[in-house]
């Protein structure tokens, strides 16, 4: 069984961000995540990236999980942010990006975040509950 994700969007591409928007979906080369809000999910998204915490980062690097590549990312803050949270302190992020099929995270057609079961494990030992989840019917990639 395989699981699409919908994870907590909490922001956006920050100044600094190095995209080619010609194609689409867009390819960030580099990617600054601009907080405007932050309600604690490890898995967040911002069209087409998804990025984790450096605690989930961690994990999926000590694990057996295939597919994928992990890189440290730059995180800025909204002045909304500043006003809606004054006291939070924002982890390290890193962007998750997919390989393809054949591993444990890949693309759906739809450009949602697919995972394995191996990597929805995982991922229930972490913070994910504004991610949305459906299960992946058998004959949709």
Do not use: W
């Given at each position: 069984m395989s699981y699409v994700l919908e994870p907590e969007v909490a922001g956006g591409w920050g100044p600094g961000?190095?995209?080619?928007?010609?194609?689409?979906?867009?390819?960030?080369?580099?990617?600054?995540?601009?907080?405007?809000?932050w309600l604690g999910d490890d898995l967040l998204e911002t069209f087409p990236c998804f990025v984790?915490?450096?605690?989930?980062a961690e994990a999926i690097?000590?694990?057996?999980?295939?597919?994928?590549?992990?890189?440290?990312?730059?995180?800025?803050?909204?002045?909304?942010?500043?006003?809606?949270?004054?006291?939070c302190?924002?982890?390290?992020?890193?962007?998750?990006?997919s390989h393809g099929d054949g591993g444990d995270f890949w693309i759906g057609e739809d450009y949602r975040l697919v995972v394995s079961d191996a990597a929805f494990?995982?991922?229930?030992?972490?913070?994910?509950?504004?991610?949305?989840?459906?299960?992946?019917?058998?004959?949709?990639?």
């Open positions: 961000t190095d995209a080619d928007t010609s194609v689409h979906p867009p390819l960030v080369r580099r990617l600054v995540y601009q907080f405007e809000d984790v915490t450096t605690r989930l690097r000590k694990s057996q999980l295939t597919g994928y590549s992990l890189e440290p990312i730059a995180i800025t803050t909204s002045e909304q942010f500043v006003e809606r949270n004054p006291r302190s924002l982890p390290d992020f890193h962007i998750l990006r494990d995982l991922l229930g030992n972490f913070s994910l509950k504004h991610c949305m989840v459906d299960k992946l019917p058998p004959d949709v990639k």
